[in-house]
């Protein structure tokens, strides 16, 4: 790679060809990744504030690779999006998460929902509303307990084919969340016509609302803007006893982070909606 102009530009090409070089060696173990038995799901319990019950977990994807070991999620479902194994990699996830999530119905207090993240691109490129249709009948799981997270931070290259999918989803009783609310590039209007059942407070916004007027500003605005377009909000991230007791003053709805839990393998996770909540 030949760096024009500043000099100390040319310190970083040395990582940025290491980078790629791994960045090829993943894609290239991705694909075998499945077959090899690699990929696992742990699962992260939302809490309802009202209530203080458990209602439902996020699936998030882990990765352990042979030799390289823990690869981060940021990390290699950016590559499962660029190397086009995204929709494969969200078949997978749906299927297991679904799965599992099966074995919590006796455990909560309600049936708890399972949410499950969703690449943008995958409204795109193939029809991820049948897909999700195909994986609820397989498993015989109710569409009811059924959340898609989709993050705002890819803008969508054909908005109206994602939201005639979306009706499609909604039309099954099964629910969106707004990932990341605040970080993304989507327009209020495009949030208006997603029509979403949950807009999940970015992490960034909960970090420092203890200390942080402005994010206790930007906090409360999102939950009077949820709450007056029929919509809970969540907040991700949370790991503060202050950051909690804030957050019910707000008058946000539920919660998620590390001071309920973290991300927790299927049985550790089981094992955690049969015991009284922490607080
Ligand atoms: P996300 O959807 O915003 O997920 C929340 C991330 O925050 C997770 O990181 C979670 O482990 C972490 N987290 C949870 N509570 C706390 C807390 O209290 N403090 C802090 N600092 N972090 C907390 P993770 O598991 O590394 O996932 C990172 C991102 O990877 C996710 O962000 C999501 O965008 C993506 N991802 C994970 N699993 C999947 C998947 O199955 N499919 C797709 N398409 N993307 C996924
Ligand atoms: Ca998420
Ligand atoms: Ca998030
Ligand atoms: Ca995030």
């Known amino acids: 790679v030949k760096v024009a102009g500043r000099n100390d530009l040319q310190f970083f090409t040395p990582s940025i060809q290491e980078r790629s070089a791994r960045s090829l060696r993943l894609t290239n173990a991705l694909h075998q990744a499945i077959q090899r038995g690699e990929l696992s799901l742990e699962y992260q319990p ?39 194994l995204i929709g494969t990699i969200s078949q997978w996830v749906l ?12 455990l909560g207090a309600t049936p708890l929902t399972v949410s499950v993240n969703i690449s943008a691109l995958q409204f795109d490129h193939g029809n991820l509303a049948g897909m999700v249709f195909e994986q609820l009948h397989a498993e015989a799981f109710p569409p009811s307990r059924l ?14 084919k994602a939201l005639a999918q979306m009706e499609q989803l909604y039309a099954h009783g099964i629910s969106v969340a707004i990932d990341d609310f605040g970080t993304g590039y989507s327009s209020l209007s495009y949030l208006k016509r997603i029509r979403a059942h949950r807009l999940k407070i970015d992490r960034s916004f909960i970090a420092d609302l203890a200390v942080n007027d402005d994010d206790r500003t930007i906090v409360s605005a999102i939950i009077s803007l949820a ?4 919509m809970r909000t969540i907040a991700e991230g949370v790991e503060s006893p202050e950051q909690l007791s804030l ?9 998620q982070g ?22």
């Not at 299927?95 to 006796?106: G, M, V």
């Not at 957050?247 to 919660?255: A, K, S, V, W, Y």
């Open 46 to 84: 939302q809490l309802e504030l009202s209530s203080n019950l458990i209602f439902g977990a996020e699936a998030l994807i882990r990765w352990t690779h042979s030799a390289l070991g823990p690869i981060a999620p940021t990390e290699f479902i950016p590559l499962a999006e660029m190397g086009g």
């Open 227 to 230: 709450r007056s377009m029929g």
């Open 258 to 279: 590390y001071l309920l839990s973290g991300p927790l393998p299927q049985d550790a996770f089981m094992a955690f909606i049969q015991e009284p909540v922490p607080f």
């Open 247 to 255: 957050l019910r003053t707000l008058g946000c709805d539920e919660i």
């Open 95 to 106: 299927c297991r998460a679904l799965h599992d999530a099966h074995s919590w119905t006796e």
């Open 147 to 160: 959340e898609l997270e989709l993050t705002e931070s890819v803008t969508l290259a054909d908005p109206e």
